[in-house]
C-alpha cells in the first residue's frame, strides 16, 4: 500500500516537478552557461571563460554608471516609499466614516500597469502644460523639466515610485491590525502617550512585517526598469540608465546575449548578498510574538 500511495503521488506531483525544471532551472542554468561566451545571437556562441565579467567590471564604464543609478534609485525609493506606507497605513487603520473608500482609492493605483502609469506621469512631468508644473506656478515656484533634465530625472523617477506604495501599505495595514490591543491598554495604564504606543508597542510587533515589506521592496527597486524603459530610454545623459535597462539594452538592441547574462549574474549576486544580510541583521531587530 506504501509503494501504492508513493507512486500516485509521484505521478501527481511530477507535472510540476518538470514546469519547474524546464521553465525554472533549466533557464537559470543556460543563462549561466551562456554568461561564460560571446554570443552575438546572429552566430553561433563562442567560449571566453570569465572574459564577459572581466569586461563588466574593468573596461565598461556604463555597467558602473547604471550600477550606481540602481543603487541610488533603490537607496532613496524603498525607506521613502516603506515611510509613506507605513503612514498611510497608520491612518487609514482609524475608525472613520468612509474608510472603505479610503482604503480603496490609496490601493488602487498599486494595481494599476506600470506602464500605464509611465505614460500617465509623463504628461504630470511634461514642462510645459503638465500638471506638476502648473501647480508649482499656482504657488509662484519655479517650474521643473522634470525627467527631462539629468538633475532632476531620477528624483523625478523616485517621487513616481510613491504612486505604487499601495501593496505595501496594505500589508502595513494587516500587521497593524494584528497587533493585540491589550498592550495598548496597558500603555494607558501606565500613563504612557500616543509616542511609546508607537516606540514600544507598534513598531516592535509589527517588524516582522518591516522585514517583509524591505526584502520585496529591496528586489523591486533593484530590478527598476519600465519606467526608463517607457519614459527615458535610459536618458538625459544617462542619469536614469537602471541596470535591468542596460542589460535589456544589451541583450536585445545590441544582440550581446552572452554579456548580458553575466551582467544578470551579477545583478543576482548583488540581491542575493544583500537579502542574505537583512536576514542576518533580522536576528537583532525583528520580534517574534512566538519566541522567548
Do not use: C
Not at 159 to 167: A, E, F, K, N, R
Amino acid at each position: 500500500m506504501r509503494r501504492y500511495e508513493t507512486a500516485w503521488a509521484w505521478l501527481f506531483v511530477t507535472p510540476a516537478v518538470l514546469g519547474f525544471v524546464l521553465f525554472a532551472i533549466g533557464p537559470i542554468a543556460a543563462s549561466l552557461a551562456m554568461s561564460f561566451t560571446d554570443w552575438p545571437i546572429i552566430s553561433a556562441p563562442s567560449w571566453v571563460g570569465a572574459g564577459n565579467y572581466l569586461r563588466l567590471v574593468l573596461r565598461d564604464p556604463l555597467f558602473w554608471t547604471s550600477l550606481k543609478v540602481t543603487i541610488l534609485y533603490a537607496a532613496v525609493s524603498v525607506p521613502l516609499g516603506m515611510g509613506v506606507a507605513f503612514g498611510l497605513a497608520v491612518l487609514l487603520n482609524q475608525k472613520i466614516r468612509g474608510l472603505g473608500l479610503f482604503r480603496t482609492v490609496f490601493y488602487l493605483p498599486s494595481v494599476f500597469p506600470v506602464v500605464a502609469s509611465s505614460v500617465l506621469f509623463l504628461w504630470f512631468f511634461n514642462p510645459e502644460f503638465g500638471v506638476l508644473n502648473a501647480g508649482l506656478r499656482v504657488l509662484h515656484l519655479p517650474p521643473s523639466q522634470w525627467v527631462y533634465a539629468p538633475a532632476t530625472a531620477l528624483p523625478s523617477l523616485i517621487l513616481m515610485s510613491l504612486w505604487s506604495v499601495g501593496g505595501t501599505m496594505i500589508i502595513f495595514l494587516a500587521g497593524l491590525q494584528d497587533v493585540p490591543q491589550h498592550l495598548y491598554e496597558a500603555v494607558d495604564i501606565d500613563g504612557g502617550t500616543s509616542r511609546h504606543k508607537a516606540l514600544h508597542v507598534t513598531i516592535p510587533m509589527i517588524t516582522p512585517v518591516i522585514l517583509f515589506n524591505l526584502v520585496l521592496s529591496l528586489i523591486h527597486g533593484l530590478q527598476a526598469f519600465t519606467q526608463a524603459y517607457v519614459m527615458t530610454q535610459g536618458g538625459p545623459d544617462n542619469a536614469t540608465l537602471f541596470y535591468v535597462f542596460y542589460l535589456y539594452r544589451t541583450a536585445f538592441a545590441d544582440g550581446q546575449m552572452g554579456y548580458a547574462a553575466a551582467m544578470a549574474w551579477i545583478l543576482f549576486v548583488i540581491i542575493a548578498a544583500l537579502t542574505a544580510l537583512i536576514f542576518r541583521s533580522s536576528s537583532v531587530w525583528v520580534y517574534y510574538e512566538g519566541e522567548r
